[in-house]
């Protein structure tokens, strides 16, 4: 770089901007209804919202990991306890979800195998296939044959039926 520069091409901008006098000495409408507008709807808007955020920071919410506490089953339900029919329907669905969940991810993670093991799919896959076989049939033992508009009602009288039908079949097998 040169040493003998040029200062009269490249000059230096001023450091502040000059501030230009009014002519009159009426106030602008416009400052005065922004700062009424600021003290009058700003100001509690922002100190109530701000408010609201250091409660909630307080104690945090978090929606995907809340827990319901479990309910009675229906069959500890008493007799015309609409209440209790409704909270089992709801543990029930829950149940149902997080068991549909449980299936979903060990078929995932029987997907990814494959995909990394490739053609030794078969031996080094073993577990994760005998996993899912496992959840599957534990899905299906509960929730197959409901159909879409299955609910506790009807997933207790399957329960029931199956448990009637292995207590019949372990009397046969002693005869």
Request: proline share 5%.
């Given at each position: 770089?040169?040493?003998?520069?040029?200062?009269?091409?490249?000059?230096?901008?001023?450091?502040?901007?000059?501030?230009?006098?009014?002519?009159?000495?009426?106030?602008?409408?416009?400052?005065?209804?922004?700062?009424?507008?600021?003290?009058?709807?700003?100001?509690?808007?922002?100190?109530?919202?701000?408010?609201?955020?250091?409660?909630q920071?307080k104690?945090?919410?978090?929606?995907?990991?809340?827990?319901?506490?479990?309910?009675?089953?229906?069959?500890?339900?008493l007799?015309?306890?609409?209440?209790?029919?409704?909270?089992?329907?709801a543990?029930?669905?829950?149940?149902?979800?997080?068991?549909?969940?449980?299936v979903?991810?060990?078929?995932?993670?029987?997907?990814?195998?494959?995909?990394?093991?490739?053609?030794?799919?078969?031996?080094?896959?073993a577990?994760?296939?005998?996993?899912?076989?496992?959840?599957?049939k534990?899905?299906?033992?509960?929730?197959?044959?409901?159909?879409?508009?299955?609910?506790?009602?009807?997933?207790?009288?399957?329960?029931?039926?199956?448990?009637?039908?292995?207590?019949?079949?372990?009397e046969?097998?002693?005869?």
């Amino acid at each position: 770089m040169p040493e003998d520069r040029d200062w009269e091409a490249y000059k230096v901008p001023p450091t502040r901007t000059p501030v230009g006098e009014r002519a009159t000495s009426v106030p602008n409408p416009v400052d005065i209804l922004q700062t009424v507008f600021n003290y009058v709807v700003d100001a509690p808007v922002t100190f109530v919202r701000e408010w609201i955020e250091r409660q909630q920071s307080k104690n945090k919410f978090y929606y995907y990991h809340q827990k319901f506490r479990r309910v009675p089953d229906l069959s500890e339900c008493l007799e015309g306890d609409y209440l209790c029919f409704y909270e089992a329907e709801a543990q029930w669905r829950r149940d149902r979800m997080v068991d549909q969940e449980i299936v979903e991810i060990v078929r995932e993670r029987l997907g990814a195998c494959k995909q990394r093991e490739g053609p030794n799919q078969f031996q080094n896959c073993a577990k994760e296939m005998e996993l899912l076989a496992q959840v599957t049939k534990a899905y299906q033992d509960r929730y197959g044959d409901l159909g879409v508009h299955g609910n506790a009602r009807t997933c207790l009288m399957k329960q029931k039926h199956r448990m009637i039908e292995e207590r019949k079949a372990k009397e046969n097998a002693s005869q």
